[in-house]
């Protein structure tokens, strides 16, 4: 998994490719931990080039939802049809902004 | 005619799962799996390793047999986790309730979950001395 992350102001985008799973989500989770400060107002999640998500991946998308819930907003965008599936099945659907 | 049985046996560790879902993978694409079923079956078989590898020999280690077979009428993937650590049945874990807001989500046994609902069949049996899961999705 790769993470590219770009920075506009106080907007943050997170392009990540490849597999979040549970050898992979630690590092996004340090990626969050230490990119979204408390001046990050929008946060952006972009899973174009996303190819699976495991649980441990939903556990740091929730994290992620949480800490914007607080400071500001959080889109997940370019869902594919069965990463959209994984989110309808575990409600994550309620919970993201799936922009 | 498919009839094909492939094992693997791995050391029960989280950073074995890259070979897990491989070999997996490998017998998939054989069989001509969708891309569809080849995701929620490599999500089921993370959820069920890494759940062996967390808790099945805590606070030693050991290790995991993965026996899986492609069958025909209809054509099926089974595949089976074999460990010889605490029984444990993953599958009287209570579901999770998905409709809570972000704040009150609790994300254990949500892994559990997904693979229930993508599965065809999730089977559990403890015998001589190992703990058996089963997973069966038609292809």
Avoid at chain 1, 43 to 56: C, G, H, P, Q, R
């Amino acid at each position: 998994m790769t993470i590219d992350k770009k920075l506009n102001g106080n907007e943050l985008t997170l392009a990540i490719e490849g597999r979040l799973d549970t050898t992979t989500a630690p590092d996004l989770e340090k990626v969050v931990d230490e990119s979204v400060t408390s001046d990050i107002t929008s946060l952006i999640i972009d899973f174009a080039k996303l190819e699976y998500i495991s649980s441990a991946g939903l556990r740091v998308l929730l994290k992620s939802q949480k800490i914007m819930n607080k400071q500001g907003e959080m889109k997940v965008t370019n869902v594919s049809d069965v990463i959209g599936e994984i989110f309808e099945v575990t409600g994550f659907s309620d919970i993201l902004t799936i922009a | 005619m498919n009839n094909k049985v492939y094992e693997l046996e791995v050391a029960a560790l989280t950073e074995k799962l890259p070979k897990v879902t491989e070999f997996v993978d490998l017998h998939l694409e054989e069989a001509g799996c969708s891309m569809k079923a080849q995701m929620q079956i490599d999500i089921a078989v993370e959820e069920i390793f890494v759940n062996i590898a967390h808790y099945a020999y805590e606070p030693g280690t050991g290790n995991a047999v993965i026996r899986m077979a492609i069958k025909d009428n209809p054509l099926r993937a089974e595949i089976a986790f074999i460990d010889s650590g605490t029984p444990y049945n993953p599958l009287e874990k209570k579901d999770p309730d998905v409709t809570l807001s972000a704040e009150d989500r609790q994300i254990g046994g949500l892994g559990i979950y997904m693979t229930k609902k993508s599965m065809d069949d999730v089977t559990y049996e403890f015998k001589d001395g190992h703990n058996i899961l089963t997973l069966v999705k038609n292809l």
